[in-house]
């Protein structure tokens, strides 16, 4: 196997979010690279994850990237996927706009809601996701644009809103979680070639940083050849994380 990619490490990155999570659902809704991770985890080490096909199938394995479901072991239609919203019966992954150090994030708007420079998606289900749901990030582009002191447009509530939980936020530079005291965010690993103050320098508010930050964890044999033969053979994660 050759050296793994900036993008395979983040999706190894975004596999860990679900380590420990068991039989439930992984909403990896915010890109390729976590919805490789979310079926990466499940034919490795979460086997009982349920994953779905992109859209209301539950599949009976982890599928590739686009592929046809296959066998199917259940049907969640969008009546059925906002009940286990409510029962927190899922991992939600989302992308964000802007996402501050306690983890509230905006999809909504960039400037002031009464007069917006720019329109977005709207809040979509992000109130509901992060009140009633474990919920991570995956982030591709991390900068100070996105890492800001303040977000303009509260959609996804954060730890200081009365969020279930934030787990962690994964971008291209680096993994974050909040396993401080007042969970605020903390750098918790670098990706390779990426330094602390790299990391630092595209984010606009001040992260807690530990004495020693490590590097992320690389793939497996197993894992590359997975997500290169298996989960996403056209390669399209590269796309989103360019090497």
């Not at 490789?36 to 086997?47: D, I, W």
């Not at 990426?194 to 807690?208: M, Q, W, Y």
């Amino acid at each position: 196997m050759t050296t793994a990619t900036r993008a395979e490490v983040c999706s190894v990155a975004c596999a860990e979010m679900f380590r420990g999570d068991g039989e439930i659902v992984a909403a990896a809704v915010s890109g390729t690279v976590a919805a490789v991770g979310a079926r990466l985890a499940r034919m490795t080490f979460e086997p009982g994850l349920l994953t779905t096909d992109g859209g209301p199938q539950l599949t009976a394995e982890a599928i590739p990237l686009g592929a046809p479901a296959g066998d199917v072991e259940g049907w969640l239609p969008f009546r059925d996927h906002l009940w286990l919203v409510l029962n927190g019966r899922r991992h939600v992954v989302l992308g964000a706009s802007q996402i501050d150090a306690y983890g509230n994030s905006n999809i909504s708007c960039i400037g002031e809601w009464e007069r917006p420079k720019s329109q977005l998606l709207g809040v979509r289900g992000a109130p509901g996701n992060t009140k009633l749901n474990t919920t991570s990030y995956w982030i591709p582009k991390h900068s100070t644009r996105v890492f800001s002191e303040k977000v303009d447009f509260v959609s996804g509530i954060g730890w200081d809103r009365g969020a279930y939980e934030i787990r962690v936020v994964v971008t291209n530079l680096a993994v974050l979680d909040f396993a401080t005291p007042d969970h605020r965010m903390r750098l918790r690993s670098v990706h390779p070639g990426v330094s602390v103050d790299d990391v630092v320098a595209a984010t606009g508010f001040e992260l807690v940083i530990p004495d020693e930050v490590p590097e992320s964890r690389l793939p497996t044999a197993e894992e590359l050849r997975i997500m290169r033969e298996v989960l996403d053979p056209r390669g399209l994660r590269e796309r989103e994380v360019p090497a």
